[in-house]
């Protein structure tokens, strides 16, 4: 499909989106920042207050990352060079925390290191807790990213640096590690980025003293009404986050290297020997941290209510229905994902398909302008339509917000799984078709559309799992009524009583079921070799 043929008009509902909802919220946040009260920025620079949660969001991200590549990479070797029983299953064990909900990623680390945890250790509250939730949170993306290079690294580079009598550990150093570089410097990248804007984790997890700079813009425009100082902070954030993606894209040109490149099935085998016992390692203790803080909701949820059952199950029907509204929640719940899945394909697929065509500056800025908001956070998005939608129409109190932030925060995950998919179609195929005397809707139906149901499929999947699990956007905007489930488990984990917290719980465990389903099938729909999820 030439670019003559995709009219740029495909991109202007994404375009617009991505201007009304995400540029000018942002934009308002600086106008905020600066203009309201321009001599209180000082004093909220120099609290010490700002200057510790800076640097504690640093170099807790810092350390975050540090610990994820040190766990990720071992295991993305073992899947991306051995094949084992197993190893499918194994691959969505890993990916499930990923798309967990932060909520329920910051409840299970507190059935398992809270008071009366599974372990038996108290470390609620500390840096500890954080920096474990982190890892769970982050693994994927590193076994998923570094594995995604390595399985296709020709392995003949490295068995003749051994062959010539170089140990293992200066074959890796000198060969295999700068190949690597811009995998692990992406998920690095990635890492660092999540972890830098870190909400539901540090919320639940940290004690007041530890909080990311996203916990303290909700608890200044939330908690205490300082618009200017969550403006600032927020302000702050965005620039650390466009500053670290700058030098991540600096690092990315100067560290890619040229190679030949072997499909993933020439280059996995069997482990043999010692190989055995490496993969298991690796893999096995990156399935244990990915499976045992899940396990453990399972099982409290199961015993909760003194004893074997579903007692978390019975306490979802006897939660006061003034207090939290279940039902509601998760029929909201449902109904958002449902808009903001059809939101999401109706404007991120046609946009796709433009980038895919037009390969120059302008499909390169269509794609900037719709990858920016993976680089903002949830939180400071829901703040910016707290502080720049009220005019020229007050759209604050508008409960399509909540599926429109879903869709934002989905849609960079979309275009980036649907993209290449559309690039591997050849176009000689097309044009055969036209010579045959097809029509370009014929073409488009009989060629493009079957090959990219799936990714479609698997796009819409993905939208519906983040918007069910999605939480810091989502506690700005949603208003009375249009509760959802992560916002009735926050609710319900605030609140005294067995009954409520069963019933946290609960909620939880059912998330994770559907969330273990949704990644199950994604990794079905998987097109090997031209995207993953």
Partial sequence: ??????????????????????????????????????????????????????????????????????????????????????????????????????????????????????????????????????????????????????????????????????????????????????????????????????????????????????????????????????ATLALIQVVGVTTGLLLYARHQERSAVGQHLLPAAATAKRPVGRQRWLVAAAVGGAVMIAATPIGVIGWRAVTSGGGPGFGALRALGAVDPSLVDVPEAIGNSLRFAIIACTLTLMVALPAAVVISARRGPMGRWIDTLLMLPIGSSAVTLGFGFVVGLDAPVDLRAWWGLVPIAHTLVAMPFVVRSTVPVIRSIGPKVREAAAVLGAAPGRVWRTIDLPMLTPAAAGAAALTFVISLGEFGATLFVARPGGRTITLAIFGLFGRPGETNVSAALGLSLLLVLVTGTVVALLERMRVPGVGSF
Avoid at 6 to 29: D, E, N, Q, Y
Avoid at 108 to 130: H, K, M, S, Y
Avoid at 148 to 158: A, F, V
Avoid at 191 to 197: A, D, I, P, R
């Fill in 1 to 230: 499909m030439t670019s003559r043929r995709v009219p740029l008009l495909l991109a202007l509902p994404a375009a617009v989106l991505g201007i009304v909802f995400f540029a000018w919220p942002m934009v308002s946040i600086i106008a905020t920042g600066i203009g309201a009260d321009p001599s209180r920025i000082p004093d909220i620079l120099g609290r010490d207050t700002t200057l510790s949660t800076v640097w504690f969001t640093v170099w807790q991200a810092i350390v975050s990352t540090a610990l994820t590549l040190a766990v990720g990479i071992p295991a993305a070797y073992a899947f991306a060079r051995f094949r084992f029983p197993g190893r499918s299953l194994a691959r969505v064990v890993v990916t499930i925390p990923f798309v967990l909900p932060t909520i329920v990623v910051a409840i299970a680390f507190l059935a398992l290191l809270g008071p009366g945890g599974a372990l038996g250790v108290d470390l609620a509250g500390t840096v500890w807790a954080i920096l474990a939730a982190h890892v769970f949170f982050n693994l994927a993306v590193v076994i998923r990213t570094v594995e995604g290079l390595w399985s296709h690294i020709d392995p003949r580079l490295e068995e003749a640096a051994a062959s010539l009598g170089a140990p293992p550990w200066k074959v890796f150093r000198t060969i295999t590690l700068p190949l690597l570089r811009p995998a692990i410097a992406a998920a690095a990248a990635i890492v660092f980025l999540f972890s830098f804007t870190s909400f539901g984790v540090v919320l639940l997890l940290g004690a007041p003293s530890l909080a990311t700079i996203e916990v303290e813009i909700y608890r200044s425009a939330a908690l205490v009404f300082d618009l200017p100082a969550a």
